[in-house]
């Protein structure tokens, strides 16, 4: 038997079966009067603001990953970018497991004429810049506004942040002694603007939520946002899950759980954050059966 040929299947099924059932055992928790009384009282005007949040944090992600390709002169338009970004995202969300959107950016850089072990990297970074932005926030978030959750998780949370910029940083610095072409990208000035842009793309993915949050007439505190928003990004973007569905839900309601809210909130909550993922991915998906016709 070719384990190759099985392996992909096996790990979209357990995808699956993670997102779905996480969102069962929500399910079975839910009071389905009160579930249905927040979602037909949406305000939708903050639903449209919260969608033009993340179409500015897409389009903030093609210019970082634009930015990370030209430290080694690879060049092309923004518009270029934003289009590759846009398939690969579309296709990883509509379609999990047929293709890895990563490995379809990568492609696209490799036909354009960039070699490939650095058209890798500079997927792998974009992420991982992305994830740094995560922590830039919860090194003021945390202890500001950490104080509901129990003290392991906040123990683990301070030091996985503190202890991961503090290698970063480090790491910058070293890349630029090296003077290695395929580590420019990283070195210090000039991942600073990339690294920059990454701290604005999860502060406007916060926002997302809290206007979300509005829709349903959920009030937290502003600081609440930022400790629970970048966990809840960062636990999305694990490849464990179909798009963070059911993950995103889960945490949402473990959280707001903590905050004194029933399990309805996370879950709403959760659910319209999903619903903008797939619009987000309409473009894509369009882009990409144009592209099919040609």
């Not at 779905?20 to 939708?44: N, Q």
């Not at 942040?161 to 395929?182: M, N």
């Not at 709403?268 to 619009?279: R, T």
Request: a positive charge.
């Amino acid at each position: 038997m070719n384990l190759n040929k099985i392996k992909g299947p096996f790990f979209l099924f357990v995808r699956f079966l993670i997102s779905f059932g996480i969102l069962l055992y929500l399910f079975r928790k839910t009071d389905w009067v009160k579930l249905k009384s927040l979602i037909s009282g949406i305000k939708f005007q903050y639903y449209i603001l919260a969608l033009s949040c993340v179409l500015g944090f897409q389009f903030l992600v093609a210019i970082r990953w634009k930015i990370i390709c030209e430290a080694w002169d690879f060049r092309e338009s923004i518009k270029y970018f934003f289009r590759n970004y846009l398939l690969g995202f579309s296709l990883n969300t509509v379609f999990p497991g047929i293709i890895a959107g990563d490995t379809l950016r990568s492609i696209f850089l490799v036909r354009s004429g960039l070699e490939w072990k650095r058209a890798g990297f500079s997927v792998l970074l974009d992420r991982g810049l992305g994830l740094m932005g995560i922590l830039l926030i919860l090194t003021i978030s945390l202890p500001l506004g950490s104080h509901f959750l129990p003290q392991p998780l906040k123990l683990f949370l301070y030091t996985v942040t503190y202890g991961s910029i503090a290698v970063f940083f480090v790491a910058s610095i070293g890349f630029r002694f090296l003077k290695r072409d395929f580590f420019k990208p990283l070195e210090m000035p000039k991942v600073l603007i990339p690294l920059l842009l990454g701290l604005i793309i999860q502060i406007l993915f916060v926002i997302q939520f809290i206007f979300l949050a509005h829709s349903l007439n959920l009030s937290l505190k502003l600081v609440h946002y930022f400790v629970i928003i970048p966990i809840i990004s960062f636990l999305s973007a694990l490849p464990i899950s179909i798009s963070g569905l059911g993950l995103r839900e889960g945490t949402l309601t473990y959280f707001l759980y903590l905050l004194n809210y029933p399990v309805e909130y996370g879950l709403s909550l959760g659910l319209l954050a999903y619903s903008l993922i797939i619009l987000s991915a309409l473009p894509g998906v369009f882009l990409y059966l144009k592209g099919r016709e040609k």
